[in-house]
């Protein structure tokens, strides 16, 4: 009995979507490392451990290897490499506040979600069939809809990191001037800026949903 309880947390540990997970980390770690000596090598690893995101939940679909402990990898993984590039964006850029602030919703309305899940009794914290927001199920109940919606917002950070200047400037006049001598970073721009608000205004649904089932789990307690 002893060795088979030591072989099957391993075993979960080794699950191909877990490796995937670590590889992310190491990419992040190397992108953050270099991110102000090689903006563009940067933005490759930091797009491609994105990229990675999607592959690890099609592993664990294909092999049957669902895990708690892949489900927040994955999501740990995503919030700090976000969140470290936002920061690094609230450095770059002024007012630094609106990324500070996209970072603390992006944090929060994730976290309460997670929470609320298990508080909820159910097994993902994507299962929202029985929320009263349209838009709500529509981002959980559709893939490629959420798919859309994280990469846009990945890609307009990413965008803003590669031109940012020397100097702090305002996030807005680096990028009207920038899309004013592309007419596909235009295009590019307002696509993403699409998804992007998108997903703030999920996250702001998210996060209020979330603190409400807190809140009755409280008052079901009482």
């Given at each position: 009995?002893?060795?088979?309880?030591?072989?099957?947390?391993?075993?979960?540990?080794?699950?191909?979507?877990?490796i995937?997970?670590?590889?992310?980390?190491?990419?992040?770690?190397?992108?953050?490392?270099?991110?102000?000596?090689?903006?563009?090598?940067?933005?490759?690893?930091?797009?491609?451990?994105?990229?990675?995101?999607?592959?690890?939940?099609?592993?664990?679909?294909?092999?049957?290897?669902?895990?708690?402990?892949?489900?927040?990898?994955?999501?740990?993984?995503?919030?700090?490499?976000?969140?470290?590039?936002?920061?690094?964006?609230?450095?770059?850029?002024?007012?630094?506040?609106?990324?500070?602030?996209?970072?603390?919703?992006?944090?929060?309305?994730?976290?309460?979600?997670?929470?609320?899940?298990?508080?909820?009794?159910?097994?993902?914290?994507?299962?929202?069939?029985?929320?009263?927001?349209?838009?709500?199920?529509a981002?959980?109940?559709?893939?490629?809809?959420?798919?859309?919606?994280c990469?846009?917002?990945?890609?307009?950070?990413?965008?803003?990191?590669?031109?940012?200047p020397?100097?702090?400037?305002s996030?807005?006049?680096?990028?009207?001037?920038?899309?004013?001598?592309?007419?596909?970073?235009?295009?590019?721009?307002?696509?993403?800026?699409?998804?992007?608000?998108?997903?703030?205004?999920?996250?702001?649904?998210?996060?209020?949903?979330?603190?409400?089932?807190?809140?009755?789990?409280?008052?079901?307690?009482?």
């Amino acid at each position: 009995m002893g060795n088979a309880s030591t072989r099957k947390p391993l075993s979960v540990y080794l699950y191909i979507p877990n490796i995937i997970g670590y590889i992310r980390i190491l990419m992040n770690c190397v992108a953050f490392a270099i991110c102000f000596s090689n903006k563009k090598l940067f933005s490759i690893l930091y797009f491609i451990s994105f990229v990675c995101d999607g592959l690890d939940g099609w592993f664990a679909r294909k092999f049957n290897q669902v895990s708690t402990f892949g489900a927040v990898l994955d999501m740990v993984t995503d919030r700090v490499s976000t969140a470290c590039l936002l920061v690094i964006l609230s450095k770059l850029y002024r007012p630094s506040l609106i990324f500070v602030a996209l970072l603390a919703l992006d944090i929060a309305s994730h976290w309460l979600q997670m929470y609320s899940t298990f508080l909820s009794g159910k097994a993902s914290h994507k299962d929202v069939k029985d929320s009263s927001n349209w838009l709500f199920r529509a981002y959980y109940g559709h893939r490629y809809f959420m798919a859309f919606c994280c990469v846009a917002c990945e890609v307009l950070y990413i965008i803003l990191f590669l031109l940012s200047p020397s100097q702090t400037e305002s996030s807005v006049f680096v990028v009207l001037d920038a899309v004013k001598q592309h007419v596909l970073l235009s295009f590019l721009v307002a696509l993403s800026l699409f998804g992007w608000a998108i997903k703030q205004v999920v996250n702001v649904i998210q996060m209020k949903t979330a603190a409400d089932i807190c809140v009755l789990h409280d008052l079901k307690r009482r």
